[in-house]
């Protein structure tokens, strides 16, 4: 079994709830699939704690701005405060790693292409509509498409026909994926955006041809406290609360 992770953005605490929760589940190996940094506060402990598991780790684009891989002066005023202090927080193995990262992989063996945001724009498609579904499906032939960016749990299943299907199951269940194509979204660890504040992330078990979606609780005012005592935007902090 592979856990998929995404879209950890520095918050340690949810990080290491879904990792326990992950060993509990027997779980041993791990996919990431970007934005190890940005908006949290723990930055060089998240990219220690997934650079010592993960088979495979991608680039999210925070992860790139916040190594100077971009130029970020049309973003917004907050972003840029935050990615210029995690910048500063960033020690040289952290940085260096970060910096070595793709925005896509492929893993042959489990039929499965890995991307930060999308099959036509690794670095900054958001994969959430009818159009953008399909322009991945076709952009990429892999049997399973692994996408994160958008920090919205989904498993959405093709059978080679118009329609796109959506077969999320909202309570952690199993979803058998032996037939067809699909394309799933873990969620984020760190900065969830559904409205449900705890932590996802996935299971994919290609063994048995089949995938489900957790979610974990841990402690946000902590993370709230951290995030205010670096001089991070205090939305950053009040955001965690409601999944937002
Ligand atoms: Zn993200």
Redesign the pocket.
Known sequence: MIAILS?V?GNEEALRAVLADCEQRGVSRYWFLG?CV?YGPRPNECSALIRARAEVALA?N?DIACVGGMDISPFRREIRTAWTLIMDLLDSETRDWLTGLEPQAHRDAEQSALFHASPRDPVWEYVEDGESIKGALSACDSRFIFV??S?LPFAIFYDGGDTAYHRRDADGGWIDVSEGRWICNPG?VGQPRDGDPRAAYMIFDPAENRLAHHRVSYDIPLVQKQILELGLPESNANRLAFGL
């Open positions: 879209d953005h934005d940005g999210g925070h994160g960016h920090h984020s």
